[in-house]
């Protein structure tokens, strides 16, 4: 086998799965932090409950989401060498940022959190989980701002002499409007992951009726739902905007989601399409007519640019200097990839507003479904979030750096097959593994439920031979 | 500045990176290599972990830190180095997730068997990278086989058993024993007896031991791959401090034998970047060409950045870690932790049988 497919092979497996944790850890951060808030102000013993149990599945996410994040930073210079040394000068300057400024930021202030409880004044316990919050929300945009630059690298030049890519303005790369509708978009599905998950696990609480939870469980599912649904609709005002720039910046992309073979103008927008995987010769597709131009350009009649033509501009672009056989990427996998992350996206909000619906007012529903859709509702986040970004950097191919390095010469030249099979098995079953535990831990912690009786962690503070409230 | 001023001073900051891991995750390897050996019973044990339980992951950043400074600064020697050292890496990765995960999931659950796998990859996840890291340093003063491949890179041409040469092994176990020594140290500063006793004891014996790995590792180094004299300068303050730690130790003050560990690990570590200067990685025949910093860098504009960036943020992570130290300052004892074979999130047969086991446990003793 080739080392440059293993490589990738290992680069998607190790991502999707890291991207597994990152969005719960994100949004749930500010939702405990703003259960913990309500607390404070109200001293209503149910927001206790909340920042406590929930906290709880915050921190068994947190933990995966941290050990898997070391590997990312690694496998860089381990497989992509090559990628690394040519772009480093660029790519690595907001990983180093986000290291220094985020990373300590969000490790120190959670371990204060955790382990605060009984050490701190309650404000500035307070104060901690919030700058964990602000420090998950920062490393987002840095690192996403290095990804912005893959899909549209700007502020460089290159250099002939060391043969590498150079960063001319630290700005434009920060602050390029790809990184910043990337950030939105992504904040916002890290909302909609943690409402989903809030509301779910809230609508099972109430559906079980479990003892001293229903309280809270109401509490937390009208927070659940509520952000679930709002983050919903940002989604798609930041998938919208997304998809303009994307148009501007890498219509094939664009081209790709749609497996829009031939230049359309107005071009429609198929729902779904039976045929060849790749949507070549559809049998059957369920079209909404001119959307696809609206969604690309704004304007219902608008010119989308179709695969074919595309292909033939970039052969005639960058033939000359990469010479790769095609332009084109994966096909089923981005016409897919798109259409499950808006559809399973659109069923976690609605299975949010739906629960909550039926929970309304006091009532307790004892619909089998309700709770089948209860437990399944925070999956679906997590699935939108996958086909999200394996549409995205597949829809790149076959560029690691859209329009200056083929992906193909990011490989490590130095490293052979064998090692990175090696490293692709060990760490997928590893992984595997973890994903067991880490499961089978917030499974348990959901079925225990809120604490029944809460005392106010800050009331016997000063006891020098008190018991410890927070221990390993 | 010039180009030369900034390479010299990311030079510097790395080494500065390597300084904080070394000094904060070095303890805490330690002390993960010595959970079952100093924590004889299980509150013991919990006692331990919860004295690790808030810096750990605060302290791990410093090696995130220290890669991340690496590929802005030296992407050169980042893409080298991560891609050459492949399978110590591979280890090292997976070392860092076990140990990671088990401190955070290991007293979810009372079960007994549960809390010995966790046990386990808690010592083995703190055993490889304080072993490694060692090696890896070791092969880089005494340099490797690398060449240019004449299109702005360097690639590594040795293989994984290259690097398992006897200089670096005892690169290896340098690291690993002055961790463990740093470990007990921090153990004894932050229990209360008879575990700190315990501690100090051991750190004393573990202290004598490091010592004599530790100078046959640094005066290997400054006779056979220095070149220089002033590196002299940090080893002998590294094996100065080492021997006032193993004093203070002796005499129970605990705080100066943590300080004067703290001080022989920045020595060592500027030693050994002192002796690699001006390479990044050094080839192992000094008569061919390795790569040296001037190589290995970034731009003139990235490193202007980047030293602004590290300037105004240093002192801030700085300060926020050091009052975390100063927050749980207080010594963990055993006695107060209230239930330790309890699991935070057992099922309530298992906490009645955990209760059971507990009350069974206190009337025998």
């Known amino acids: 086998m080739d080392p440059l497919d293993i490589a990738r092979w290992q680069f998607g497996i190790t991502t999707v799965y890291h991207f597994l944790f990152v969005p719960i850890t994100i949004g749930m951060a500010f939702l405990v932090a703003g259960l913990q808030t309500a607390w404070v102000r109200t001293g209503n013993d149910k927001y206790l409950q909340a920042t406590k149990f929930f906290g709880k599945l915050f921190l068994i996410n947190f933990a995966m989401g941290v050990v898997t994040g070391i590997v990312q930073e690694f496998q860089f210079g381990m497989n992509w060498s090559n990628y690394s040394r040519y772009v480093g000068d660029i790519f690595g300057a907001p990983l180093a940022v986000e290291a220094l400024l985020t990373f300590f930021l969000e490790s120190t202030f959670l371990g204060l959190w955790i382990f605060g409880w009984d050490r701190l004044p309650k404000k500035v316990h307070l104060l901690t989980i919030w700058l964990a919050a602000v420090g998950t929300a920062m490393s987002a945009y840095m690192i996403l701002a290095a990804n912005a630059w893959m899909q549209h690298p700007v502020g460089y030049v290159f250099d002939p002499e060391k043969n590498r890519a150079q960063m001319t303005s630290f700005t434009e790369v920060l602050f390029q409007n790809t990184a910043v509708i990337a950030w939105l978009h992504t904040i916002s599905a890290a909302f909609l992951t943690a409402g989903a998950l809030m509301a779910g696990v809230s609508l099972w609480l109430i559906m079980r009726r479990k003892s001293g939870a229903e309280a809270m469980a109401r509490a937390t599912l009208k927070v659940g739902a509520v952000v679930a649904v709002v983050a919903a609709a940002a989604l798609g005002i930041t998938g919208d905007q997304d998809a303009k720039i994307m148009v501007q910046q890498q219509p094939m992309k664009m081209a790709a989601a749609e497996a829009l073979y031939e230049t359309a103008q107005p071009a429609p927008f198929s729902l779904f399409t039976i045929g060849t995987l790749d949507g070549s010769e559809p049998i059957f597709s369920l079209e909404v007519p001119n959307a696809l131009s609206f969604l690309a350009t704004g304007t219902f009649d608008g010119r989308v640019e179709g695969i074919d033509n595309l292909e033939q501009q970039y052969q005639e672009q960058y033939g000359p200097q990469f010479d790769l056989e095609s332009y084109t990427p994966n096909i089923p996998v981005t016409y897919w990839g798109f259409r499950l992350m808006i559809g399973f996206g659109m069923l976690a909000a609605l299975f949010a507003a739906v629960g909550w619906w039926a929970a309304r007012r006091g009532r307790t529903p004892e619909s089998k479904w309700l709770v089948r859709m209860a437990i399944i509702a925070p999956l679906m986040p997590l699935l939108a979030n996958s086909a999200g970004w394996i549409f995205t950097e597949m829809g790149r191919q076959p560029w690691i750096v859209f329009g200056l390095m083929p992906t193909a010469e990011g490989v490590s030249p130095g490293v052979g097959a064998a090692e990175v099979l090696t490293s692709l098995v060990v760490f997928t079953l590893i992984y595997g593994a973890l994903a067991v535990v880490e499961v089978g831990l917030l499974l348990r912690a959901i079925r225990q439920g809120p604490p029944e009786v809460v005392v106010d962690p800050f009331a016997d503070h000063g006891d020098p031979d008190r018991e410890l409230t927070v221990t390993y | ?365």
């Open chain 2, 1 to 365: 500045m010039s180009l030369e001023t900034l390479q010299i001073i990311w030079f510097g900051l790395i080494a500065v990176l390597w300084i904080g891991y070394f000094v904060l995750e070095g303890f805490d390897y330690g002390v993960g290599i010595l959970l079952p050996v100093l924590g004889r019973t299980e509150r013991e044990k919990r006692a331990l972990l919860t004295t690790l339980g808030p810096v750990w992951d605060g302290n791990e950043v410093w090696l995130l830190t220290a890669g991340g400074a690496t590929f802005a600064a030296f992407p050169t020697w980042y893409a080298t180095m991560f891609s050459g050292f492949y399978l110590p890496l591979l280890l090292i990765l997976v070392a860092l997730i076990l140990r990671g995960v088990s401190f955070e999931y290991r007293s979810k659950r009372s079960d007994p068997q549960w809390r010995r796998r966790f046990d386990a990859m808690i010592v083995i996840g703190s055993f490889v990278p304080a072993l490694l890291w060692g090696v890896a340093f070791g092969n880089l003063v005494r340099g490797v086989t690398v060449q240019a491949d004449g299109q702005g890179g360097w690639i590594y041409t040795g293989g994984f058993l290259d690097l398992l040469n006897p200089y670096s092994l005892i690169g290896g176990l340098t690291t690993l024993t002055l961790f463990l020594t740093h470990g007990a140290v921090f153990v004894a500063l932050k229990t209360t007896n008879p575990l700190r006793d315990r501690a100090q004891q051991l750190a004393v014996r573990l202290g004598l031991v490091a010592a004599v790995v530790a100078v046959v590792f640094l005066v290997w180094s400054q006779l056979a791959y220095s070149g220089k004299t002033w590196t002299w300068i940090p080893v002998l303050i590294a094996a100065v401090s080492w021997l006032a730690g193993i004093a203070a130790n002796f005499r129970g003050r605990e705080g100066w034998a943590f300080i004067f560990n703290s001080v022989t690990l920045a020595a060592a570590v500027s030693a050994l970047f002192g002796m690699l200067y001006p390479y990044v990685m050094p080839n192992v025949d000094r008569a061919l060409p390795g790569m040296t910093i001037a190589d290995a860098s970034s731009s003139e504009y990235t490193l202007t950045i980047m030293t602004w960036v590290a300037l105004l943020l240093t002192p801030v992570v700085l300060a926020y870690q050091a009052w975390t130290y100063w927050v749980f300052r207080q010594r963990v004892d055993p006695k107060h932790i209230v239930d330790p074979y309890a699991g935070s999130l057992d099922t309530p047969a298992e906490a009645a049988e955990t209760g059971a086991r507990a009350r069974e446990a206190a009337g025998s003793s």
